[in-house]
Nanobody, 128 residues
Framework: QVQLVESGGGLVQTGDSLRLSCAAS????????AGWFRQAPGMAREFVGA????????YYANSVKGRFTVSRDNTKKTVYLQMNSLQPEDTAVYYC?????????????????????WGQGTQVTVSS
């Protein structure tokens, strides 16, 4: 079992930055690939970015590429989403997701069904 807890959301203005954190807990030896998704009111959950266990491989949705960065600190079992140049259309609940891996240290996953564990979400609101 893996538990994920997101933090760092809030209300910001257009052009501001925020950093979300996702702290994972579970077996001490667990390895996991991670991703960030978001869901705006009335919209489907959408992929934002993903990172491999090694941290060397990342992938982003076109809508956030160049503005958002996913990183991780495996010593802390924490994954981050740095969001810069925030726009009103970035307003959503942001979710962290994880899937346990065994040998795929450099794989990342972009589909929600590829993830087994989800955090509770954190609200990000960008005012214009």
């Amino acid at each position: 079992q893996v538990q994920l807890v997101e933090s760092g959301g809030g209300l910001v203005q257009t052009g501001d930055s925020l950093r979300l954190s996702c702290a994972a807990s579970g077996r001490a030896d667990m390895k996991f690939a991670a991703g960030w998704f978001r869901q705006a009111p009335g919209m489907a959950r959408e992929f934002v970015g993903a990172i491999s266990w090694s941290g060397h491989d990342t992938y982003y949705a076109n809508s956030v590429k160049g503005r958002f960065t996913v990183s991780r600190d495996n010593t802390k079992k924490t994954v981050y989403l740095q969001m810069n140049s925030l726009q009103p259309e970035d307003t959503a609940v942001y979710y962290c997701a994880a899937t346990i891996i065994y040998n795929s240290h450099n794989y990342y996953y972009t589909e929600h069904y590829e993830y087994d564990y989800w955090g509770q979400g954190t609200q990000v609101t960008v005012s214009s």
